[in-house]
């Protein structure tokens, strides 16, 4: 299947270890926000989500901090594992610009997940 | 059905030529998005439909691409007289109605122009 991967940062993990994926994004204005897995040769995979009025939001095994102050998103993967190899997007929706549907996607991050 | 599908797989034309992209969401979902997708990149918005009205369409690139949802469901990209620089993976995604839900993805389409 295709890269997804080619010139992204790379986060290299050992199994078991925490990740701790990082993002900035663009506009202040932006009030949701999500996390997406993307596998070789597959779509963009949701993960988890969290709106502007949240600053946490756990999932299983991931959680997500939203830092509104300076932009700033992060997705923590706890005991991480060979199948969460894959490049991870941030992505933030905003009610501006006339638009309120699209999405707009931050630069990815491949993680490596030695065993 | 279970998740977003996207027809072809692949497509290969030649330039100049027209292609249709063809999208099929999941079943319920209202809101259906296409974006291009770049290698190494995250995906572009193009346009997006609520039912059968498209919503928005300030992310396509110029008047040679279109899209259509005429009964709310399936969705058509169209790309008339194709050049090289269209090449590229397009990807569709879909989501139930309200403000804040996410996006669903399907595998795409690469599209390759000789």
């Known amino acids: 299947g295709e890269s997804v991967g080619l010139h992204l940062p790379t986060l290299s993990v050992q199994e078991g270890d925490n990740s701790i994926i990082n993002c900035a994004y663009s506009?202040?204005?932006?009030?949701?926000f999500i996390w997406y897995k993307q596998e070789s040769g597959k779509g963009p995979q949701f993960i988890i989500d969290?709106?502007?009025?949240?600053d946490k939001r756990q999932g299983q095994r991931v959680t997500v901090l939203l830092n509104k102050t300076v932009k700033h998103l992060s997705l923590q993967i706890a005991a991480t594992q060979p199948g969460d190899s894959a490049v991870y997007f941030c992505a933030e929706k905003g009610n501006y610009g006339g638009s309120q549907g699209n999405l707009i996607f931050g630069k990815g991050t491949k993680l490596s997940v030695k065993p | 059905g279970a998740g977003v599908s996207q027809s072809p797989r692949y497509k290969v034309t030649k330039r100049g030529q027209d292609v249709a992209l063809r999208c099929d969401p999941i079943?319920?979902?209202?809101?259906l998005y296409w974006y291009r997708q770049a290698l190494g990149q995250g995906p572009e918005f193009l346009t997006y439909?609520?039912?059968?009205?498209?919503?928005?369409k300030s992310g396509l690139p110029n008047d040679r691409f279109s899209a259509e949802r005429p009964e709310g469901s399936i969705s058509t990209l169209t790309i008339q007289r194709t050049e090289q620089r269209d090449s590229a993976m397009y990807r569709c995604?879909?989501?139930?109605?309200?403000?804040?839900?996410?996006?669903?993805f399907g595998d795409g389409t690469r599209l390759s122009i000789l």
């Open positions: 079943s319920g979902h209202v809101s």
């Open positions: 439909f609520n039912y059968e009205a498209q919503q928005d």
């Open positions: 969290i709106r502007s009025n949240m």
């Open positions: 506009n202040s204005a932006s009030d949701y």
């Open positions: 995604a879909s989501s139930l109605a309200g403000g804040d839900q996410p996006q669903h």
